[in-house]
């Protein structure tokens, strides 16, 4: 994993660190012993299912809740005692929680006017924000009078009026319809770029998560499974939970037949089939270990015909059982002749009247030998 570095090249100073925390609910433990550093300028992601405690981590980062052991530190200071309005931290509810009385603008210039901004500073910061988020033709609106995206717009800015060091987000785009909250989410992305702030998100949505975060901590049971970047995540997760959290997955047991030679060899599928996988320098793999093979549906190619046999190639005949046409993609359901079931996803690149594949056809998946890795659970 690659930490973020300083103008000089060196390992950056994390911003929020994390050391040793626990946090504890009477006999419930939210938060066990978690160590995590955040970076300046990073959009970081704090990613799991409900109850994980990333709200929790969150809470403790904007004064919200204190440690019941450890320490939460922001820029080098232990931010145990501090209240949350003498932080330089703000954050931005799910449900943005505006004043429905005030318009956009006095909305915006409320926190300013609580901190003491004189007059013509708060006007001047106001107008800048109505900028930076363009809502400056609806700045005397209520927030009635917008819409869901809007008022998204008008939390944001009232967050960012008061030049906090970090953002943190919870949920920001639950309430928005898919095709307004990928647009937003490319939004934050270039925002957060402009403004050269730390960004913290929360979410259970692994998309929203991969297209804005820099870096990702995947939690669970109050505990962090794995800190790294996106494509690391998805790529190589460190474990069968996060392997299956993240995106679509073909998981299949394995056990390991042979490790003499550049490829692991492996019996899998009822042990069927042969199957060979690149393996990585720290798997260390010995004849016998079992684990599991994680395969993304993308990676898996579909012919009716049987491919060419070649030193990294995996094949398996099967039959379609289920098509789910997507627009950009198809999703194809397929039963291996063992009995397993296999996803496997394709671009739609042909109109749907040309393409060749259809319900109850027999047909064979092949996959290259690095298209997989192996976890253990």
Not at 80 to 105: K, T, W
Not at 195 to 221: P, W
Not at 258 to 283: A, F, K
Request: net charge negative.
């Amino acid at each position: 994993m690659r930490h973020p570095t300083g103008s000089n090249g060196e390992p950056a100073q994390p911003l929020i660190r994390f050391d040793k925390v626990t946090k504890k609910y009477g006999t419930l433990t939210a938060i066990q012993d978690l160590s995590l550093d955040i970076y300046p300028g990073e959009f970081f992601a704090l990613l799991g299912p409900s109850g994980c405690g990333k709200t929790t981590l969150m809470r403790m980062i904007a004064g919200f809740e204190d440690a019941s052991a450890g320490s939460v530190l922001l820029n080098g200071q232990d931010m145990s005692g501090v209240p949350a309005n003498r932080r330089e931290v703000n954050m931005m509810f799910q449900s943005y929680a505006l004043f429905p009385h005030m318009s956009v603008e006095k909305n915006i210039a409320f926190g300013l006017k609580q901190d003491g901004w004189d007059k013509k500073a708060t006007r001047e910061r106001v107008d800048e924000m109505l900028s930076l988020v363009q809502m400056e033709t609806l700045a005397g609106r209520k927030p009635h009078q917008l819409s869901g995206g809007q008022r998204q717009r008008v939390a944001l800015a009232r967050s960012l009026a008061k030049k906090p060091k970090v953002l943190l987000l919870d949920e920001p785009l639950g309430a928005l319809d898919r095709k307004l909250r990928e647009e937003t989410q490319f939004e934050l992305v270039d925002l957060q770029e402009r403004l050269g702030l730390t960004f913290v998100i929360v979410t259970h949505d692994q998309e929203e998560a991969m297209t804005v975060a820099t870096r990702i901590a995947v939690m669970k049971g109050g505990q962090l499974l794995q800190v790294d970047e996106p494509a690391r995540i998805y790529e190589h997760p460190a474990n069968a939970f996060i392997a299956d959290f993240v995106g679509n997955v073909n998981m299949f047991d394995i056990t390991i037949a042979d490790t003499s030679g550049e490829l692991l060899s492996c019996s899998w599928d009822n042990g069927d089939t042969p199957m060979v996988i690149r393996p990585q320098p720290e798997d260390g793999y010995s004849v016998g270990d079992q684990a599991k093979m994680v395969l993304r549906p993308e990676k898996v190619h579909i012919t009716k015909a049987q491919p060419d046999a070649a030193h990294n190639i995996n094949m398996a005949p099967g039959e379609i059982e289920e098509i789910s046409y997507t627009g950009a993609t198809s999703t194809y359901l397929v039963r291996l002749n063992s009995g397993a079931l296999m996803r496997v996803q394709e671009a739609n690149r042909m109109l749907l009247d040309r393409r060749e594949l259809t319900w109850g056809d027999k047909v064979w998946l092949h996959w290259r030998a690095g298209a997989c890795v192996t976890v253990r659970d």
